[in-house]
């Protein structure tokens, strides 16, 4: 799992430390980079705004995004993915608290690859942090990515 960057797209300080402190409790020791909203999200992917149109990041093996964000909301900044053919392909994992169908509906139709609850309970939320690390760093086999 090491080497593979998971990038975490989260505004909220106490779900950022939540899923941090339930990566490391499983022993996921990936570089986690945090995006605090949809434009730092989309600068560090595509190179977008100060950056001037190129990132040299590496593209991380999964994006954990929330979807009520500032600036710019998930769904927006997956929908800019999607349409962009340099990350069209990375996995996208929506992990929210929202339970609304419309946001389930509008991830899935906008090319997420998973939708997924934040449960409330930390052992739950570290259960599930668990889970998805599992899933995504270890057992996928995502498209060959690479820079255009």
Same mark, same amino acid.
């Given at each position: ?13 106490? *779900?950022?430390?939540?899923?941090? @402190? ?9 570089? &986690? ?32 995004? *929330? ?5 710019? *909301? ?5 929908? @800019?993915?999607?349409?962009?053919? /340099? ?14 169908? @419309?946001? @389930? ?10 939708? &997924? /609850? ?11 942090? /668990? ?15 690479? /820079?255009?």
């Amino acid at each position: 799992m090491e080497g593979k960057v998971i990038l975490l797209v989260e505004d909220n300080a106490d *779900d950022e430390l939540l899923t941090l @402190r339930a990566l490391k409790r499983n022993n996921i020791k990936n570089e &986690v980079v945090v995006a605090r909203d949809g434009v730092q999200a989309l600068e560090y992917l595509l190179g977008e705004g100060n950056t001037g149109g190129h990132s040299l990041a590496p593209l991380p093996e999964v994006i954990l995004l *929330d979807l009520k964000l500032p600036k710019l *909301d998930g769904l927006e900044v997956l929908r @800019r993915l999607r349409a962009d053919g /340099r990350t069209k392909l990375l996995p996208i994992v929506i992990l929210t608290s929202s339970d609304e169908e @419309r946001d @389930r509906i509008g991830g899935y139709n906008l090319g997420a690859n998973s939708y &997924v /609850r934040k449960p409330v309970d930390f052992e739950q939320f570290t259960e599930t942090v /668990r889970q998805l690390g599992l899933y995504w760093l270890v057992l996928n086999e995502g498209p060959p990515l690479r /820079r255009s």
